[in-house]
Nanobody, 122 residues
Framework: VQLQASGGGLVHTGGSLRVSCAAS????????IGWFHQAPGKEREAVLC????????YYADSVKGRFTVSRDNTKNTVYLQMNSLKPEDTASYYC????????????????WGQGTLVTVSS
């Protein structure tokens, strides 16, 4: 089982970025895939999740209306679309897997990707 996060980079305030989580060793539509972020010096926090039944759950109020999560079963990949980015969105973004239903608690996820860094300049 592997999760490979990619697509991070440097973007200006107000810009957009899509980060990807490519899965191998399992099929994403049988699991919940959560996105977490971790800013320097801070704890890892849940942002958004898509369940096995493709229901999205937001865990960070700050991203509502700006971030969305989607899944492409043919590519076995989950995406985090980030719009209207703000400097406070700067963080490493991680994807993680757990059975079927979403959770906002990182301890309930048993497989993690390596993270991709998103930097938003002011």
């Amino acid at each position: 089982v592997q999760l490979q996060a990619s697509g991070g980079g440097l973007v200006h305030t107000g810009g957009s970025l899509r980060v990807s989580c490519a899965a191998s060793g399992f099929t994403v539509d049988y699991y919940a895939i959560g996105w977490f972020h971790q800013a320097p010096g801070k704890e890892r926090e849940a942002v958004l999740c898509i369940s096995s039944s493709a229901i999205s759950t937001y865990y960070a109020d700050s991203v509502k209306g700006r971030f969305t999560v989607s899944r492409d079963n043919t590519k076995n990949t989950v995406y985090l679309q980030m719009n209207s980015l703000k400097p406070e969105d700067t963080a490493s973004y991680y994807c993680a897997r757990r059975p079927r239903e979403c959770s906002g608690y990182s301890r309930w996820y048993n497989y993690w990707g390596q993270g991709t860094l998103v930097t938003v300049s002011s």
